[in-house]
């Protein structure tokens, strides 16, 4: 059996495997076809159509995606930023955050404190 | 329309005139950008012949003409400035060597077949259709919204770290109590 017809009966069996192959399959009937009519077709031919095809559905693929964001995603970010909002509140939560710490610190019995004495007498408090 | 591969842009006749006439130079510029399509096909300029002083007033130049056409380096297509001494820039895509360009618009000419020019029509209109949005415009808040995030990581990063010490000091409290 040839590849061709391996391939044909595949398809026919599940289209849906093939999709996004169908340039491969075009290329596959397109070369059985040449190899035919003018006795031989060099491969690097077939693969060379590909690549352009290939770099060409590439860009537009890369286009479409550029579009989209600079319409649809970057009008979201205009206008429904989460950014200042989470800005707001971690500011507020830092605020909190510090007054809780510097508390814990400036404690009577705080490890700081504790150290800070150890640091002194050993140095400077020591000698008096 | 071309196909999007990489074209460079002559700018030999702008080495002719001096470039203290800013006009002159601007006037050439405008020309420039309209023959070689900048931001319609990706382009690249050599610029290695040019001095340092006046590569720096010619890429200034260049900025300033193209923001007023509205036309934008990077999208949808880029412009690289080519120049071995040239290792960035805030406006233009910069590259040491043409070999050195990234290898995506490095492509053969051909003869397009029917599906091949039926995907190069509709790259042409969502080529426009991005080059329609006012992009200087966009890539500015982008880069607000950016600068904005990171102050947002900066906050959170130091919120965790006061969390962390709190989190620590409450422990050996604890310890110290048991």
Excluded: C
């Amino acid at each position: 059996m040839k590849k061709k017809d391996i391939v044909k009966k595949a398809i026919e069996n599940n289209p849906e495997d093939f999709k996004g192959f169908e340039e491969v399959v075009d290329i596959l009937d397109f070369e059985d076809e040449n190899i035919k009519k003018k006795g031989g077709i060099t491969q690097d031919k077939g693969v060379d159509s590909f690549h352009l095809y290939s770099f060409l559905d590439q860009e537009l693929n890369r286009l479409n995606l550029l579009d989209q964001f600079f319409t649809f995603k970057f009008s979201n970010i205009e206008d429904y930023s989460p950014t200042e909002k989470l800005i707001q509140m971690q500011s507020i939560k830092l605020h909190q955050a510090r007054e809780e710490l510097t508390a814990m610190i400036l404690e009577d019995d705080s490890t700081f404190l504790k150290r800070m004495e150890f640091l002194w007498n050993s140095s400077i408090g020591g000698n008096n | 329309m071309k196909l999007p591969v990489y074209t460079e842009i002559n700018i030999d006749e702008l080495t002719k005139i001096d470039f203290k006439d800013e006009e002159l130079i601007k006037a050439e510029l405008k020309k420039i950008i309209k023959k070689g399509k900048i931001g319609k096909i990706p382009n690249y300029i050599v610029t290695h012949h040019l001095s340092d002083e006046n590569l720096k007033s010619f890429l200034k130049l260049l900025q300033s003409t193209m923001e007023k056409l509205g036309s934008s380096p990077k999208f949808p297509y880029p412009t690289y400035i080519i120049n071995e001494k040239l290792s960035d820039h805030p406006y233009f895509f910069t590259s040491y060597s043409v070999e050195r360009l990234p290898p995506h618009f490095f492509k053969k000419i051909k003869r397009l077949k029917a599906k091949e020019q039926l995907l190069f029509t509709k790259i042409q209109v969502v080529g426009d259709k991005v080059s329609n949005n006012p992009l200087a415009e966009k890539l500015q808040l982008l880069k607000q919204q950016a600068n904005r995030n990171r102050e947002l990581a900066d906050l959170t990063f130091e919120l965790a770290t006061y969390e962390q010490a709190i989190e620590e000091i409450k422990n050996l409290k604890k310890e110290h109590s048991v």
